[in-house]
């Protein structure tokens, strides 16, 4: 006959290591995500292809991050413009850098991040409605 026995001692203080654990993770990957947005943010603003007279354009692509614990955040371009140079067939502002960015970061963090990519058409649709209303149209 085996026999087990178990007990109590010690569940306190290892709940509170597993706690500590968790919260450093957590801080951790709210970091890869950041570093990740700076470098998507970075190659985008050095090699989208479109000529920037004003310098506006390249100038507004940046990121933010969520609320913290959150380990996510966006990558954004900040003039109205924007959608309509990345609709343009051969250009591009913020995809080309997530395109050249998603097969390295899928090997590196298999399943653990995930990239979110809007719909482009909708989006532009979405921004031509909110324009006419703007103007009364």
């Known amino acids: 006959m085996i ?15 597993t706690a ?9 990957m709210r ?5 990740i947005l ?3 943010r970075d190659y985008a603003r050095r090699h989208a292809p479109f000529r920037d007279r004003t310098g506006n354009l390249r100038s ?7 609320p913290a ?10 003039t109205e ?3 309509w140079v990345e609709l343009r067939e ?19 963090f298999a399943g653990l991040i995930r990239i979110e990519q809007p719909d482009l058409d909708a989006e532009a649709a979405r921004v031509r409605a909110y324009y006419r209303e703007l103007r009364g149209m």
């Open 38 to 40: 700076q470098e998507l």
């Open 69 to 78: 614990p959150a380990a996510s955040g966006s990558l954004l371009a900040g």
């Open 81 to 83: 413009y924007a959608i």
């Open 20 to 28: 500590a654990m968790v919260r450093l993770n957590q801080t951790k």
């Open 3 to 17: 026999r087990l026995t178990g007990t109590l001692e010690g569940l306190d203080e290892a709940l509170r290591y």
């Open 60 to 66: 507004s692509i940046d990121y933010e991050m969520d």
């Open 90 to 108: 051969g250009y591009w502002v913020l995809t080309g850098a997530i395109d050249f960015y998603r097969p390295k970061l899928d090997q590196l």
């Open 31 to 35: 970091d890869a995500v950041q570093y």
